[in-house]
């Protein structure tokens, strides 16, 4: 039984595979992939490897000017994420990559002359990063009291970001999110939006619910239509979902896109990219300023470097093992949930999972939000007590990662089953 107090955090020593190893003694099957960075699991060689080999040689301290890395890993990423891509510039981390997006889309269109387009819209209840920007654009995960901070705070123009609703997504709500969107735009003003950023698939911010097929292309077309630049925030979903991430598997075409977690293979490491016209704009080729001490740095690079090409090296048993071992995982956990009588249902995409606590389907914000969150609670302490580790909110994702073997998955399954067995315990 793994029991601690409130104030006691887990203090991870090591970890290896899906495995981690707390300095209390306990071993902790993660089902969280190290905050998504690592899809193909904690302590590889390959990467350890290669970033040693780069302090060695003790290049990593001049992280300022380009390097053979930085290069390297732009290569690698614009042969694997959709065509539109031609470009990225590296940042510490998935924040400041969507931070540094927003800022370029309000100057990209200054310096083509269309000086009041300085809004950005993006969906309410979304979660894109800890700035100021970023919280504002996503009105950050159900936490009003952000919103609150948000208005209080002395720089922010409270008209910066609108939010447009989010899970207005599906033919059974009585507007779907593109006519939101829309009308957000022209309520606003075209002439007033910059642009629009969302996740292509609610992830972080709602847990699992993939858009219907309709949802993106309509989106493309309205931002086109009002001039409004699409940035896709796959900080999260980029190289787990595909080695395109989401934009591959949902078929969008975005202006910018930023990525993060698991380019850097663990290292901080983050990026915003687009097309080569737009990314021409930043300095030094262009006029938009954009720096980092410590963007791009080769360390960062080099694990960055070592983890895309494994994944694209070994896509075929990545992403199909993945899928096979993430289905088995909700489906286990669902049966012993049913088994239990209680109610949960499964939403899962690629590798990630989300069991709502909730007896209806969901489809949207309004159907997640409904979910039992106390009973959620007392499912992830008691995953816990059973030696697994769930990421800690009812609206978040689950995540497997290649090193989880069969063994672990019935592990997972079985400690499920312990869990809901102990909540019905508590209940009586
Ligand atoms: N966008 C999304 C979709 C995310 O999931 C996260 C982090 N969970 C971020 C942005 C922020 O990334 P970071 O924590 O690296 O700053």
């Given at each position: 039984m793994f029991m601690r107090g409130p104030h006691d955090p887990i203090r991870i020593e090591r970890a290896e595979g899906p495995w981690l190893?707390?300095?209390?003694?306990?071993?902790?099957?993660?089902?969280?992939?190290?905050?998504?960075?690592?899809?193909?699991?904690?302590?590889?060689?390959?990467?350890?490897?290669?970033?040693?080999?780069?302090?060695a040689k003790l290049d990593y301290i001049v992280p300022v000017w380009t390097s053979p890395e930085r290069e390297k890993l732009v290569e690698r990423l614009t042969r694997w994420t959709p065509p539109g891509l031609a470009r990225f510039y590296f940042t510490s981390g998935g924040s400041e990559a969507v931070e540094a997006a927003l800022k370029?889309?309000?100057?990209?269109h200054k310096a083509r002359g269309k000086q009041s387009k300085s809004k950005i819209i993006g969906r309410r209840f979304s979660y894109h990063g800890n700035t100021i920007a970023a919280l504002s654009a996503g009105g950050s995960s159900r936490r009003a009291d952000?919103?609150?901070?948000?208005?209080?705070?002395?720089?922010?123009?409270?008209?910066?970001?609108?939010r447009c609703p989010w899970g207005k997504t599906y033919p059974s709500c009585e507007i779907d999110c593109a006519t939101a969107l829309e009308k957000e735009i022209l309520k606003q003003g075209p002439d007033s939006i910059a642009a629009f950023i969302a996740e292509p698939m609610m992830g972080s911010s709602g847990g699992v619910v993939p858009p219907i097929k309709e949802y993106w292309p309509k989106i493309r077309e309205i931002c086109t239509r009002y001039n409004v630049l699409?940035?896709?925030?796959?900080?999260?979903?980029?190289?787990?979902?595909?080695l395109g991430g989401a934009?591959?598997?949902?078929?969008?075409?975005?202006?910018?896109?930023?990525?993060?977690?698991?380019?850097?293979?663990?290292?901080?490491?983050?990026?915003?990219?687009?097309?080569?016209?737009?990314?021409?704009?930043?300095?030094?080729l262009g006029p938009v300023y954009q720096a980092g001490t410590l963007s791009g740095n080769p360390l960062a690079m080099a694990a960055g470097i070592a983890t895309v090409r494994y994944l694209a090296g070994h896509a075929v048993e990545v992403y199909a093992g993945l899928?096979?071992?993430?289905?088995?995982?909700?489906?286990?956990?669902?049966?012993?949930?049913?088994?239990?009588?209680?109610?949960?249902?499964?939403?899962?995409?690629?590798?990630?999972?989300?069991w709502f606590f909730t007896g209806a389907p969901v489809t949207d914000f309004a159907t997640a939000a409904a979910s039992d969150t106390e009973a959620f609670g007392r499912f992830h302490r008691a995953m816990l007590d059973q030696g697994v580790w769930l990421p800690p909110s009812q609206f978040e994702a689950a995540f497997l990662s290649t090193a989880h073997s069969s063994a672990d998955i019935e592990f997972t399954v079985e400690a499920a089953r312990k869990a809901f067995a102990s909540m019905l315990a508590a209940r009586n």
């Open positions: 190893y707390a300095s209390d003694g306990h071993k902790i099957l993660d089902a969280g992939a190290g905050a998504v960075v690592v899809n193909i699991g904690q302590g590889r060689r390959e990467i350890a490897e290669v970033a040693a080999r780069t302090i370029f889309a309000i100057l990209y952000y919103e609150h901070i948000l208005l209080d705070w002395p720089k922010i123009d409270p008209t910066y970001c609108y699409l940035i896709a925030d796959e900080v999260m979903t980029g190289f787990r979902l595909a934009q591959q598997v949902f078929g969008i075409d975005p202006d910018l896109t930023c990525l993060g977690k698991i380019i850097g293979g663990g290292l901080p490491c983050a990026a915003f990219g687009g097309k080569a016209k737009m990314m021409d704009l930043l300095a030094p899928e096979k071992e993430t289905a088995a995982v909700a489906k286990g956990v669902a049966a012993a949930a049913r088994d239990a009588g209680i109610k949960v249902e499964t939403n899962r995409a690629g590798s990630m999972v989300t």
